[in-house]
């Protein structure tokens, strides 16, 4: 019998990241933003734009988690530039009244726990490559 207070094991390792998590958790709000902005078909191409953006942080750590480390750091890189559109975007959307002043601070309080927890988990990868590790054309400088 399998106990209640045991964490199911997940088949992709990208899942056990809370980072991962709080990506989604992003995607979350940027779809209930673009929901509530109605059907104006300039808004809707903004949001299409946002959401884009917002997905490619929760994609890229996912497809960096199964790579080698120097190849996730990577896509954590990659992450991180997903981040960077979404702050340009909230930041126009504040600018141009499409969000409330409060919701750019939710905005931006999201993004700046991300880019923190993203830089950690870089950190931690970067201190942990093995030579062994790396591609032929890289070296450690290089990651």
Not at 15 to 40: P, T
Not at 93 to 104: D, L, P
Request: proline share 2%.
């Amino acid at each position: 019998m399998e106990n209640d207070h045991e964490r199911p094991s997940t088949f992709f390792r990208f899942e056990d990241l809370r980072i991962y998590h709080k990506a989604l958790e992003y995607i979350d709000w940027v779809y209930q933003v673009a929901k509530s902005s109605g059907n104006d078909p300039f808004m809707k191409s903004f949001f299409d734009r946002f959401l884009n953006s917002a997905h490619g942080i929760a994609l890229n750590i996912a497809e960096g988690s199964s790579r080698n480390k120097s190849q996730f750091v990577y896509y954590l890189k990659m992450a991180k530039s997903s981040v960077r559109e979404c702050v340009v975007l909230s930041t126009v959307a504040q600018s141009r009244s499409f969000i409330s002043a409060s919701a750019f601070d939710d905005s931006k309080n999201h993004l700046m726990e991300m880019t923190k927890m993203i830089g950690a988990l870089i950190g931690s990868l970067q201190r942990s490559v093995k030579p062994d590790e790396l591609d032929d054309d890289e070296s450690v400088e290089s990651i």
